[in-house]
DNA sequence: TAAGTTTTTAACTAAAAAGTTAAATTTTAT
DNA sequence: ATAAAATTTAACTTTTTAGTTAAAAACTTA
């Protein structure tokens, strides 16, 4: 007996239905679009995920904890403040540019219903692990190699230099009345630009 | 003759249109909400703006004013750089507190439609303000009086860090697991802990 | 081959929403 | 008072979409 598992059918369907999601939100997705571009149709569709919503969340939920940074690998190392800090933007940075759509898309979502986020994160570490990197950085504000600040608006400043630029592409792109491609290489600058900014911001 | 300006119904709509379309999105608004909200009915939506599209394009355009900051006064005064970036930084996060909904609305309309920012900012004078102050930082990282930055990296950091936090608030209160109330707190504070930060990466 | 599973085809239903209209009523200005 | 303008009422059409279904075809595997 087969068990309904045709992964790659299943998978399909994800990528296609991740891909519509995040370029129109959920109420401007529809499920023709999707089924076409997993070139399936909406019965089969129907057959895997039985709802827009079931597939929506499906979707949502993988995007959300790719998107939370994840500081396990982070916090652990035995590298210098700095050098973590440093570590954590080249990865953040080079992570959106390679999802550039993301951070919109669930920041749109999450703001539209903010219901959804509640428990999906409760039971993650990654609080705990945000904290264990908060007191690291307290140890060395207090030992004085690097200069003090409220550690969450630290980390809050870290996050906000490596996605916003992302996030205001468009609006950036309007303003400045640039090309993609500019714009493109204006933003890959921003790894080593970001990285000194915060070196400079640190210096005790 | 009574040319047709009843400004008052006029606004009533324009301002339901601006909290539903902020709320839920061109997508997601309805116009039958819309009327409610403005105390009227769809047939006089009808009469004032004929589509839905309609409506939405003077809100939108409306709120692109608003948001983009505007350097006019700052580039004017006769402060110091380090005064001036304290004003924007204040001036802007009190903008975005009490609007707080504007930043997303924004970027999630431009990213599903990139085009409608196209013709809107053209004729503006803002990037000619921006350049100016850009000049204005060129002149004191020169002389010395501030660190040496790229001019526009550190115009985006500065907007990053005022808005991105108000942007991520659902998912930073998830993640923290915190009420409305304390968060608020935590973004207040930002004004002061802001300043703060760019003084120290701009210390020569 | 035979049974079970996956996929397509091709309809269909029900609901929601935008857009439209015409006629009646109310308000405003002259 | 009366003409013009604003507003309501209430119905309607059209379009779009999610959701559903049944039957046939194709594929898989024992």
């Given at each position: 007996?087969?068990?309904?598992?045709?992964?790659?059918?299943?998978?399909?369907?994800?990528?296609?239905?991740?891909?519509?999601?995040?370029?129109?939100?959920?109420?401007?997705?529809?499920?023709?679009?999707?089924?076409s571009?997993?070139?399936?149709?909406?019965?089969?569709?129907?057959?895997?995920?039985?709802?827009?919503?079931?597939?929506?969340?499906?979707?949502?939920d993988?995007?959300?904890?790719k998107?939370?940074?994840d500081?396990?690998?982070i916090?652990?190392?035995?590298?210098?403040?700095?050098?973590?800090?440093?570590?954590?933007?080249?990865?953040?940075?080079?992570?959106?540019?390679?999802?550039?759509?993301?951070?919109?898309?669930l920041?749109?979502?999450?703001?539209?219903?903010?219901?959804r986020m509640?428990?999906?994160?409760?039971?993650?570490?990654?609080?705990?692990?945000?904290?264990?990197?908060?007191?690291?950085?307290?140890?060395?504000?207090?030992?004085?190699?690097?200069?003090?600040?409220?550690?969450?608006?630290l980390?809050?400043?870290i996050?906000?230099?490596c996605?916003?630029?992302?996030?205001?592409?468009?609006?950036?792109?309007?303003?400045?009345?640039?090309?993609?491609?500019?714009?493109?290489?204006?933003?890959?600058?921003?790894?080593e630009?970001?990285?000194?900014?915060?070196?400079?911001?640190?210096?005790?």
């Amino acid at each position: 007996m087969a068990v309904p598992l045709d992964l790659s059918t299943e998978q399909k369907i994800l990528e296609a239905a991740k891909k519509v999601f995040i370029q129109k939100g959920l109420d401007g997705a529809r499920l023709d679009e999707i089924a076409s571009e997993a070139g399936i149709n909406k019965a089969l569709l129907h057959y895997y995920f039985r709802s827009k919503e079931n597939l929506f969340e499906t979707i949502f939920d993988q995007m959300i904890a790719k998107i939370v940074p994840d500081f396990t690998a982070i916090v652990e190392s035995s590298k210098t403040i700095e050098e973590k800090i440093e570590h954590f933007v080249h990865r953040y940075i080079d992570f959106v540019s390679e999802n550039p759509q993301l951070p919109v898309f669930l920041i749109t979502e999450v703001n539209r219903n903010p219901e959804r986020m509640k428990d999906i994160l409760g039971q993650t570490k990654n609080f705990a692990k945000m904290q264990q990197f908060a007191f690291q950085m307290i140890t060395e504000m207090q030992v004085g190699r690097i200069k003090s600040f409220n550690p969450l608006h630290l980390i809050l400043n870290i996050i906000s230099l490596c996605v916003f630029p992302f996030i205001a592409k468009p609006i950036l792109q309007a303003v400045l009345q640039i090309k993609d491609d500019d714009l493109s290489i204006i933003l890959h600058q921003r790894k080593e630009e970001v990285s000194l900014f915060l070196r400079e911001a640190l210096r005790p």
